[in-house]
């Protein structure tokens, strides 16, 4: 099955710095590669996401690219505020076919801290 | 629009008890998820239904997990008898369809076994 690795595990940056995560992953019938953001007692939120058919996605502060070769993404998140502290994971959806964009493999979780 | 609603928040169980858990998707939305999430790791899917069959239930620990979705809409998932090892937060989510649709997360119900 699917195997999602996320780097690093703990980030501190101070407000204003670039942030970025970094993904591997295992399965090339992967497609969609979504990420999430999770603060303390919340669910995961979707803050941007890329389909294998698009190497670079980008909304305002974030950003996110793609190297289907390599098998590996990652999250750039520019001009950052304490308000991005926050767990952030990255997914992949290992369906074969690559459509169930909700029957995802996450990465084990990037804790992000961004001080004032 | 409301989002994925979830009951109870919190509960605690001793272990070989029972515990059952709501979930409530976004209207309109045909297929829902249950994942777990252990302390510090990513969620886990445990099982996938499309409207009200299951997809997708490959690691769902079927010995002591149940889950249903007999009207299509909200679902319920159940844990009969509970071991330590499944403290967690449970998570629902939903998406409009199975194709090409982004997945909604609710906030998760955090079980404590004891």
């Known amino acids: 099955g699917e195997n999602v690795e996320q780097h690093p595990s703990t980030l501190s940056v101070q407000e204003g710095d670039s942030a970025v995560i970094k993904c591997t992953y295992s399965d090339s019938a992967s497609n969609y590669f979504p990420w999430y953001k999770q603060e303390l007692g919340k669910g995961p939120q979707l803050i941007i996401d890329i389909r294998s058919n698009v190497g670079e996605k980008k909304d305002q502060r974030i950003a996110v690219t793609l190297n289907k070769t390599a098998k590996h993404f990652s999250l750039h998140i520019t001009e950052t505020q304490p308000e991005d502290s926050a767990v952030y994971f990255c997914?992949?959806?290992?369906?074969?076919?690559?459509?169930?964009?909700?029957?995802?493999?996450f990465g084990q979780g990037t804790i992000l801290t961004v001080h004032p | 629009e409301a989002g994925v609603a979830q009951s109870p928040r919190y509960k605690i169980i001793e272990k070989r008890q029972s515990v059952a858990f709501w979930c409530n998707p976004i209207?309109?939305?045909?297929?829902l998820y249950w994942y777990q999430q252990i302390l510090g790791q990513g969620p886990k899917l445990l099982i996938q239904f499309q409207n009200n069959g299951v997809v997708d239930d490959s690691q769902l620990p079927k010995d002591r997990f149940s889950a249903e979705r007999l009207k299509g809409v909200d679902s319920t998932l159940k844990i009969q008898p509970a071991k330590l090892e499944d403290s967690a937060v449970y998570l629902c989510?939903?998406?409009?369809?199975?194709?090409?649709?982004?997945?909604?997360f609710g906030q998760g119900t955090r079980l404590t076994v004891v």
């Open positions: 989510a939903s998406s409009l369809g199975d194709y090409n649709t982004e997945a909604f």
């Open positions: 209207s309109g939305h045909a297929t």
């Open positions: 997914a992949a959806n290992p369906s074969p076919g690559g459509t169930s964009y909700g029957k995802l493999t």
